[in-house]
């Protein structure tokens, strides 16, 4: 059963304003009081406030829902996420098929050109991103608190500076 169009778009935005509010947290949890997040794996960054994804400092070009995928498999951290719940996530109130799926992905991958292994498809399972995820932001947020504490007089490194990603080098 197919959704008439308004009931689809009003499901697709509803799912958007959700999508932002879970991007929000994560951004408040990995920097509380920034602007927005960036995260980074090999070559490449997303921001996730402005919803881009970037190559050696150069915009990728990435439809809507290959950003939506992309996010959805950064948020996973290296767990298999089935074909269903992308689905469900990426075409919330909409029945399509799984070859929209395999098309998006498939875009995803060119968009990632010689990286584009770090999408992992487990045949007839789902899909895994297996890169090494790192958060500016989370290195960041620690490296002024660190600064703040050294100020302060205080040498220890804070606790809450454990971030859940990977930080940074700097």
């Not at 009081?33 to 919803?51: D, S």
């Not at 050109?113 to 999408?119: L, N, Q, Y």
């Given at each position: ?41 090999g ?11 970037l ?13 939506d995928?992309l ?8 767990s298999l996420?089935s ?7 990426v ?5 399509v ?8 992905i498939?875009a995803l ?23 090494v ?35 940074c080098?700097?």
């Amino acid at each position: 059963m197919r959704l008439p169009l308004t009931d689809a778009r009003e499901a697709y935005q509803l799912r958007h304003r959700e999508m932002r509010r879970e991007m929000s947290a994560i951004t408040h949890e990995l920097r509380p009081g920034a602007a927005g997040a960036i995260l980074e794996f090999g070559r490449f960054r997303v921001l996730l406030r402005r919803r881009q994804l970037l190559a050696d400092g150069t915009l990728v070009e990435l439809g809507t829902r290959a950003f939506d995928l992309l996010l959805a498999l950064l948020e996973a951290d290296g767990s298999l996420i089935s074909k269903e719940d992308l689905l469900r996530r990426v075409w919330p109130g909409i029945v399509v098929s799984e070859e929209n799926l395999k098309v998006q992905i498939s875009a995803l991958r060119k968009a990632l050109g010689a990286d584009r292994d770090v999408i992992r498809t487990e045949f007839g399972r789902g899909y895994r991103f297996t890169g090494v995820l790192r958060s500016n932001a989370a290195s960041n947020a620690c490296h002024h608190a660190t600064r703040r504490r050294q100020r302060l007089g205080q040498r220890s490194f804070p606790p809450s500076c454990r971030p859940r990603f990977v930080a940074c080098a700097r």
